[in-house]
Structure formats: structure tokens, C-alpha cells
């Protein structure tokens, strides 16, 4: 299956709410493949969107397995079709980068335990519990399917210390 | 290679007391020129609005021009000015390599915190990119608190760069911490 180019904002696909997908036939399957391909020949990329690549449907794959950050807990590769947080728990502070927003990075607050629920590409529905760097992954991921960038979340500037007061 | 690049970089910096209307009104003047705000980091020091800005225009230009049409702004709204011309090589962006860390230091304030750290990161090959300094606490207990964000070299980690803190934290009595911030990429 081909590695699709990824699309940089500002294309406006990448600001559009997407669909959900209806049913699983061959043209969502081959959409998983080119993501799943797509994933893995971006540098380091630990998941993709469907709407990084020109297809405004809820579907993403992640997998922090072979990363740094998420490869001592992770679930592999996670084929998410129609995915639904259904609880989120804690809070914390990563520092994101974004393949549709090259060269910027910012600091995004994200739940750092989630339950997902998605559909596979056989059919099933499976429900998971993620924390740590795949929780975070997955909630970028999904915020891609609402038409979300991280520059929509970024909670500071450079270092948010505190707000200096006015000596003046 | 040409010597002489279609796009002319230059470095603005304008400080002084804050008030509204100092974004707008200097940001009007570039606008107004053509420029292009190619970067920038504008913030409150105490009581004091500091800008520094790279701006760019493509030839032919003049840092000449470029500082008479800002000055009479800055002349209105109380700011100093200085404007600098950017030699092509250093306007090109610069990509820092290896893990990028922020370095917390904070304790009793006493002289010589920020040399003394500094001086320790530049002898370990680390390069700051980012730094933020504050006094806080009482006048009775003042507390000098250094945030900076760095690029460690190669083969360092924060808990090297710590375990090579730590005379220097002890000798200052002071907290130093340091943690990956390196980005993740999505």
C-alpha cells in the first residue's frame, strides 16, 4: 500500500470535522494500510490521522511501541475506527510536535489516562485503557478528527512560569 | 552562491515602559513597509515592554530606513530603539540537536547565580535557548529563581547534566533540576 504524502496546514482538510465511518469495506481497509504505511515512513511518528491524508473520515493509527517515550506500555498498533473517549483521568504536560505543523512545537495539556473506544478494521468493537506517552498520542491523534491542531491547545508560551507582576 | 541575498534579515529590539497600543504601533510601521516579522519574543520585564524582532525585506532596503521610519514610533511611545543588520548566515534558522532540557535553579538570592550556572553549562558544551530569571519571595527573604531551556550535546542526559550540577548546587545552596522537555513528534 503507498505512503501518502502528509498534508501541512493551512489545507483545510485538516480543519474539517470528520465523518464517521458507516462500514467497514475495502476502501477504509485500504485507507488503514496507507496510514499504517504512512505512520511508519514519517521520522519517529508514532500515529497518523486519516485527515493528514486527504480523507475526512474517523480513522487513525498509533503506535508508541518503537518510541522512547512509549515503549516500556503501549497496546502496539492501534487501528481506530470511529474512536470515543469515554473517560479521561489526570492531567500533565508534554511538549508536541506535529507532522501538518512542521517546524513548531508547544506545550499541550492532555489527560494522561484515558479509555478509548473504537472499532478495528475486522469489525469488533475494543475498548482500551491507555496512559502515558500512548494516551497522549491517541488524543492527538483524535483531535485530528475534529479538525484539532496542537497550536489549538497550546497552553503556554515558551515557559509558562508564572505571570511576572509589574514593578512599576 | 550570491554574497548578496534577495532577502535582507535584520534584528529590531525596542524596550520601554508599558503601556497599549506599542505591538500595534510598531508592528504598523513594518506593515506599512513591507516587512516581514520573521520572528519574535515580546515580553514584560518588570515593569518595562521589550521587544526583540527579526524582520525581513526583500531588496532593495536600508537598516537606514528601516530605523528612521521606526524611530519617530518609538520616539512617541517612550521606547529605545536599536536595529542591526543580520548577516545571511545568521539569519538561517538554527536547529538545535540533542535532548533539549529545562534546567531549574532556584534558592536564597545571593550574586553571581546566573554566571555561575552559565558559566558551568558553556563548559559542558550545553547551549541555552531559553531563559527566564525572576526575584521572588520577601524583601526580608528574596528568591532568585532561573528557568532555561537547553540543548544538551551528544551523549549527555539530564541525569548526567545533574550529577554534573551537583557541586555546583551545593556550593550555591541552591535547587537544581533538570528534565527532558525534548518534543514529541505526532
Known amino acids: 500500500m503507498p505512503i501518502q504524502p502528509i498534508l501541512h496546514y493551512p489545507h483545510p482538510v485538516l480543519k474539517k470535522l470528520c465523518n464517521p465511518v458507516e462500514t467497514i469495506d475495502s476502501a477504509i481497509l485500504t485507507l488503514v494500510a496507507d496510514l499504517i504505511d504512512t505512520m511508519h515512513a514519517g521520522p519517529g511518528s508514532v500515529g497518523v490521522a486519516a485527515p493528514q491524508i486527504g480523507v475526512t473520515l474517523r480513522v487513525c493509527v498509533v503506535d508508541v511501541s518503537a518510541s522512547r517515550n512509549g515503549k516500556e506500555n503501549n497496546h502496539g498498533l492501534l487501528l481506530m475506527i470511529n474512536p470515543l473517549i469515554v473517560s479521561r483521568n489526570g492531567a500533565a504536560i508534554m511538549r508536541e510536535g506535529c507532522m501538518s505543523v512542521p517546524d513548531y512545537t508547544g506545550d499541550v495539556e492532555r489527560a494522561t489516562e484515558i479509555t478509548v473506544r473504537f472499532r478495528e478494521p475486522e469489525g469488533n468493537e475494543r475498548e482500551i485503557i491507555a496512559t502515558g506517552f500512548e494516551a497522549v498520542a491517541i488524543q492527538h491523534e483524535m483531535d485530528h478528527l475534529d479538525g484539532v491542531l496542537f497550536l489549538d491547545r497550546i497552553v503556554s508560551l515558551k515557559t509558562g512560569l508564572f505571570r511576572r507582576k509589574n514593578y512599576s | ?186
Do not use: W
Open chain 2, 1 to 186: 552562491m550570491s554574497n548578496q541575498p534577495d532577502i535582507l534579515h535584520y534584528a529590531v529590539s525596542v524596550v520601554g515602559k508599558d503601556r497599549t497600543g506599542i505591538v500595534a504601533g510598531i508592528s504598523e510601521v513594518l506593515f506599512r513597509l513591507g516587512c516581514n516579522l520573521a520572528d519574535s519574543s515580546c515580553t514584560m520585564l518588570a515593569g518595562e515592554f521589550a521587544m526583540i524582532l527579526i524582520v525581513s525585506h526583500p531588496r532593495p532596503f536600508g537598516k537606514g530606513h528601516l530605523f528612521d521610519e521606526l524611530k519617530p514610533v518609538c520616539d512617541g511611545l517612550g521606547m529605545s530603539l536599536a536595529v542591526r543588520t543580520l548577516h545571511p548566515d545568521e539569519a538561517a534558522r538554527q536547529e538545535t540537536r540533542g535532548e533539549i532540557c529545562m534546567v531549574s535553579v532556584y534558592g536564597a538570592d545571593q550574586p553571581g547565580i546566573v554566571y555561575r550556572v552559565a558559566r558551568e553549562l558553556a563548559g559542558l558544551g550545553v547551549n541555552i535557548t531559553d531563559l527566564n530569571t525572576r526575584l521572588i519571595g520577601t524583601p526580608a527573604e528574596p528568591v532568585y529563581v532561573m528557568m532555561l531551556e537547553a540543548a544538551l550535546p551528544d551523549g549527555q542526559t539530564p541525569e548526567t547534566l545533574t550529577a554534573l550540577l551537583d557541586n555546583l548546587k551545593k556550593e550555591l545552596n541552591v535547587e537544581i533540576g533538570v528534565r527532558a522537555i525534548t518534543p514529541v513528534a505526532l
